[in-house]
């Protein structure tokens, strides 16, 4: 998670204030063990020193300009220093620089050292020593954050393994169980822009035993560990090897390989014939990120030999050149991918973020084609599908080959994820787990044959990696992809059929982006206190509290912030803060009854009506929200 921002109430022109600032800063220089980010700060702090006119009268341009560089580097040490990058269930996440509110090596030894005295203080008496397992992308100090983690590690007698070089986050998860470690280190961002990095934290091996073994941190484990950290008197305290951790081999990637090679059979009892399977043509984007040359690896040995990888974004890059921002979701992300599927006449697109951990699908949606201008992906009917739609799509194919023996098998989804999953593991037998937001959540559901959340993340091999991941998903899809065409059919005529067997579900995505994280307290407060009437023309019935509703209605889980309206119609809005951004997000779904005899013809009609409600409901919720 992100620290907080700095105070608004910080004046530059105070000089008292200015003094408190200045010491603090100084003082963090002299123990800052980085050379680029202490210069980084000698520099902002030269700047903020500098002398402004004392004559009367107004200043010459050259005096402004030094006068607004002043004010201008006063504010940028005040939102380094007014606040302390917060360690929490997302371990850390935050822009890279110096200073305590930002991403660096003297806030990743500290972490570290948090992380090793807990595991210390865990395992105390226990033979043999903590066993942690490092990994970590191609981003901006994410090699010099590992190093540094296997460093304070190795130097309090922990074994730190480190993997082979920048590698997918869900490699990591795999590692963790696969070497019965005790904890695990990603250094990743996922998915944000390119001026961050972070710190993932999983704990298992001996610490955590039961269905979490494995996962992400939840409390109270994340606040454990952040009173270690809080107790590091200085990183020059903190002993550091210059050797002495393992660097793994090649070995527990190709187990990892194997694993997800064998899934689509284990998890979904689907084969292909390599024959078939080298009639579907894949197009594959890993976005700058780490997760190419293995997703390729793993379609290639499953007989998927046509994969085309989107030249221009193949090879890892920190400053993601070719997007805006390196998430799938994102407007624009996957232009390049869609233009290659158009030119080559392939099948499927396939996209991964940059760590490796999600997977979007693009398909050729005829009733989809528009009127963007001629030759484009766009209008021939490309489209990304909704994380619904892949969550439903890949659910339903696990939940039909548990379906004869479902006893004690779980599917999974977040609260803010379509309703649709829930029905279908009901249809099959199955258990079903609404959990919060985040696949540390979903991992802990005892049980689980498959989870996922809307934002692309997909857990369909839980026994192997206990966390989403992007590789196996593509796998998954890519099977079930060439079995619809054996039979003549593609994943749209499939969606079809389970808005026939069980209605047709849209959902969508409202969000507002906000400088002050105050402002979204009071946007969802507002909410929470003056909810809309209506809903898209449908009367709200039910609203819940989601950090005080009834644990009858949230079947038991924990207080979360954020609020649930339910309209008469079952159309459904639910508005949170996002853990990792500084935003409000609303997740609207609506439902449409299909005949179960319905011709693509009505089912398309069904869902332009959908598309119409969700609009409207989108509307209402803007103008609740003041969006």
Request: glycine residues 10%.
């Amino acid at each position: 998670m992100t620290g907080t921002r700095a105070s608004t109430t910080f004046d530059p022109a105070d000089e008292t204030a200015w003094s408190d600032l200045e010491t603090a800063v100084r003082d963090w220089v002299a123990d800052d063990p980085d050379p680029q980010t202490a210069d980084e700060l000698r520099r902002l702090l030269g700047l903020a020193d500098g002398e402004v006119p004392r004559h009367p009268g107004d200043p010459s341009p050259e005096e402004r300009q030094r006068i607004d560089a002043r004010r201008a580097a006063r504010e940028e040490l005040a939102d380094r220093f007014g606040a302390t990058l917060q360690f929490g269930t997302a371990g850390l996440r935050g822009a890279l620089g110096g200073g305590p509110n930002r991403m660096n090596r003297a806030v990743v030894i500290r972490a570290a050292a948090g992380l090793a005295a807990y595991l210390g203080r865990e395992l105390d008496g226990v033979s043999p020593a903590p066993r942690v397992v490092i990994g970590y992308d191609a981003r901006h100090r994410s090699v010099d954050f590992a190093r540094d983690t296997a460093a304070v590690l190795t130097a309090v007698g922990i074994e730190a393994l480190v993997l082979p070089g920048a590698q997918p986050t869900p490699v990591l998860a795999f590692a963790l169980r696969h070497l019965d470690a005790d904890a695990a280190v990603q250094v990743t961002a996922s998915h944000n822009p390119a001026r961050d990095n972070g710190y993932k934290v999983y704990l298992g091996g001996r610490v955590v035993t039961d269905a979490g073994r494995g996962a992400q941190i939840v409390p109270p484990y994340d606040a454990a560990i952040a009173a270690e950290i809080a107790h590091v008197r200085s990183v020059a305290s903190v002993p550091r090897a210059t050797e002495g951790w393992t660097v793994l081999g090649r070995e527990v990637i190709d187990a990892y390989a194997a694993a997800v090679a064998s899934a689509p059979a284990r998890v979904a009892g689907l084969t292909v014939d390599p024959l078939l399977a080298r009639e579907v043509k894949i197009v594959l984007t890993p976005l700058h990120g780490v997760g190419g040359d293995l997703a390729a690896r793993v379609l290639n040995a499953a007989g998927f030999t046509d994969v085309l990888v989107v030249p221009e974004q193949a090879d890892p890059h920190p400053d993601f050149p070719s997007i805006a921002f390196p998430n799938p979701e994102e407007a624009g992300a996957i232009d390049l991918a869609l233009g290659l599927a158009w030119d080559e006449r392939a099948d499927l697109v396939l996209a991964l973020d940059p760590d490796a951990d999600r997977c979007a699908v693009a398909v050729q949606d005829p009733r989809a084609r528009g009127h963007l201008g001629p030759d484009t992906a766009r209008a021939d009917g490309w489209r990304m599908l909704h994380g619904d739609e892949t969550g439903a799509l890949l659910g339903a194919t696990i939940a039909d080959h548990w379906r004869s023996t479902p006893d004690g098998r779980v599917l999974a989804s977040s609260i803010v994820s379509s309703r649709l999953l829930e029905r279908i593991a009901d249809d099959a037998g199955l258990g079903y787990a609404p959990t919060l937001t985040g696949f540390k959540w979903l991992s802990r559901v005892d049980g689980l044959v498959f989870g996922y959340e809307e934002a692309l993340g997909y857990c369909v091999d839980p026994d192997n990696v206990h966390d989403k991941d992007g590789i196996s998903a593509a796998l998954l899809l890519a099977t079930l992809a060439a079995r619809l065409r054996s039979e003549g059919r593609t994943f749209v005529d499939a969606l079809d059929d389970l808005a026939r067997r069980h209605g047709l579900h849209l959902s969508g995505q409202v969000s507002g982006r906000f400088d002050d994280a105050a402002q979204i307290v009071e946007r969802v407060e507002r909410l929470r206190q003056h909810p809309p009437a209506t809903l898209g023309g449908s009367r709200v019935e039910i609203v819940v509290d989601l950090a005080t509703g009834s644990d009858a209605d949230r079947r038991g889980l924990p207080p979360t912030e954020g609020v649930r309206l339910t309209a008469a119609d079952g159309t459904r809005v639910v508005v949170r803060p996002s853990g990792t951004e500084p935003k409000v997000k609303c997740y609207l779904e609506v439902v449409e009854p299909v005949a179960p005899e319905a011709d693509v013809h009505a089912v398309g009609a069904a869902r332009r009506a959908a598309a119409d409600r969700l609009h409207a409901v989108e509307a209402d919720v803007r103008a609740a929200l003041h969006l």
